[in-house]
Structures are given as structure tokens and as C-alpha cells.
């Protein structure tokens, strides 16, 4: 089982930066794909970003490519999301996830096995 905590969100005007970072327990977090969503107030769940169990292969969903760069960290059990360019259609609680498959083109959040309880980003104008 994997235990998932993400941290690193906050407020932030339009144009900065931020890294989220998602810290995982158990020593099989090297087996896990991981993935980034977000999820704004009456919006569903939106898939943005995957990450192999390496780190050496990711995938982006479209609207992501450009301003978000995933990268996990095997030695520390962490996953990271730096979203460059905020805009306040950003706006929402960015959660990270754990599932087996990495070559599943299915990115429904029901394909993830494992969930962190999520962090706001708030972006104003």
C-alpha cells in the first residue's frame, strides 16, 4: 500500500510559479506510475500529467503541455509538479496518484489506485 501526502500549494498572483511536491510511504513507490490532477470547485477531476516508475517517460495531457513539468525523485519517495505561468484558471486542489500501468492510455481517475488528499492553488488576477 502507498500512502500519499501533497504539499506545496498556496496563493500565488498570476505569472509565478509553483512546485508541488507529493511525498509517498512504503518502499514500493518505485513501483508505481504516478500521476498529477486537479480538481476545480464545481469542475470534475482533470487529468494533467503521468510520470513512469522511473522517471525516465512522461505523458501530458494537452491542455497541460507547455507551463507543467513532472518529475519524481525515487531516492526521497517524491513526485513534483512545477506549474510555470499560473493563470487563475488554475485555480484548484492538485492531487497526486499511484497506479501499476504506465502504458495505459486510459487516464480516468478510476485507473488510479492510490490518492493524496490534495493541495489548493489559488492564482489571482
Known amino acids: 500500500q502507498v500512502q500519499l501526502v501533497e504539499s506545496g500549494g498556496g496563493l500565488v498572483q498570476a505569472g509565478g510559479s509553483l512546485r508541488l511536491s507529493c511525498a509517498a510511504s512504503?518502499?514500493?513507490?518505485?513501483?508505481?506510475?504516478m500521476g498529477w490532477f486537479r480538481q476545480a470547485p464545481g469542475k470534475e477531476r482533470e487529468f494533467i500529467s503521468l510520470?513512469?516508475?522511473?522517471?525516465?517517460?512522461?505523458y501530458y495531457a494537452d491542455s497541460a503541455k507547455g507551463r507543467f513539468t513532472i518529475s519524481r525523485d525515487n531516492a526521497k519517495n517524491t513526485v513534483y509538479l512545477q506549474i510555470d505561468s499560473l493563470k487563475p484558471e488554475d485555480t484548484a486542489v492538485y492531487y497526486c496518484?499511484?497506479?501499476?500501468?504506465?502504458?495505459?492510455?486510459?487516464?480516468?481517475?478510476?485507473?488510479?489506485?492510490?490518492w493524496g488528499q490534495g493541495t489548493q492553488v489559488t492564482v489571482s488576477s
Open positions: 512504503g518502499r514500493t513507490f518505485r513501483s508505481y506510475a
Open positions: 510520470i513512469s516508475w522511473s522517471g525516465g517517460s512522461s
Open positions: 496518484a499511484a497506479r501499476n500501468a504506465y502504458y495505459s492510455r486510459n487516464y480516468d481517475p478510476t485507473t488510479f489506485e492510490y
